[in-house]
């Protein structure tokens, strides 16, 4: 059982890596994050994937055995709308994305349209059922003007059993076919989805630690922003990858278990 007070007020937990991989819990997360909230600490997690809504994220940590809200959950997607909510409020969409992302979008009060003359705002993220036709409309919307933002940059998205097709790739043939750039990508390591975590948690990031198992995107993300982070070796980079870095996270620690 842990002892002592938590030394932060607030805590951000990246997911597959870090509180589970695959479809069970890293061993000491569901003790870590009682403990935490026993404390009275706030917990919010991220995940860079925009291929499922968060409730689906919530759902399988409660599954697992942590209780979780679907408001405790931040992910890209989330980002992406509190970027949108404040730079494009009430404009149309049209989304290059999956079926759950469109449907999360709509929920949050969005208009996406595949009109081009109606289109004000292109939104690229993954999209396993790409087609010329939708990066045409893209295309043409994109010449016509449209504001051009992503959910994420990252060259594969994992998933079990391999990779979907990259948002970068998307991102790239929009902007060598039209000569725009992406304006705003939200997800990992941007500091938007830091911004929507630290607003949920209620706490400054001065009082906030990020824990994660990926020095390019977590620890990066971290440090920018100016918070202490914890890299957690139960995910995907090795102590070896570590020593050759610039990156220099706050703590090393063996798994979730060791969080201060």
């Given at each position: ?29 569901k ?5 935490l909230r ?19 994220y ?44 469109l ?11 595949e ?7 292109v ?41 979907i ?71 995907v ?7 050759k ?11 979730i278990?060791?969080?201060?």
């Amino acid at each position: 059982m842990r002892r002592g007070e938590p030394r932060y007020q607030g805590y951000i937990f990246d997911l597959d890596g870090t509180t589970y991989l695959g479809e069970r819990l890293i061993p000491g997360a569901k003790e870590t994050i009682s403990w935490l909230r026993a404390s009275g600490r706030r917990v919010v997690f991220l995940s860079n994937k925009p291929l499922e809504p968060r409730t689906n994220y919530a759902a399988k940590l409660s599954r697992l055995g942590i209780p979780t809200t679907p408001e405790d959950v931040i992910t890209s997607v989330q980002a992406l709308i509190f970027y949108l909510r404040q730079h494009h409020p009430g404009e149309r969409l049209y989304v290059i994305g999956e079926k759950p992302l469109l449907e999360e979008l709509r929920a949050e009060g969005f208009a996406l349209t595949e009109k081009i003359e109606d289109i004000q705002v292109v939104v690229a993220a993954f999209d396993r059922t790409l087609t010329y036709a939708k990066l045409n409309i893209a295309h043409q919307a994109l010449v016509r003007g449209a504001h051009f933002v992503a959910t994420n940059a990252d060259r594969t998205c994992p998933v079990e059993g391999g990779a979907i097709p990259d948002c970068a790739g998307v991102i790239a043939f929009l902007e060598a076919t039209t000569g725009r750039q992406v304006e705003c990508i939200a997800g990992k390591p941007s500091p938007l989805i830091l911004e929507a975590a630290l607003k949920r948690l209620g706490v400054g990031k001065e009082d906030c630690l990020m824990v994660g198992d990926r020095l390019a995107t977590d620890m990066r993300m971290g440090i920018s922003a100016g918070m202490d982070t914890a890299l957690v070796l139960t995910g995907v980079t090795s102590p070896e990858e570590l020593a050759k870095s610039e990156l220099k996270p706050t703590y090393v620690l063996k798994s979730i278990a060791e969080v201060p």
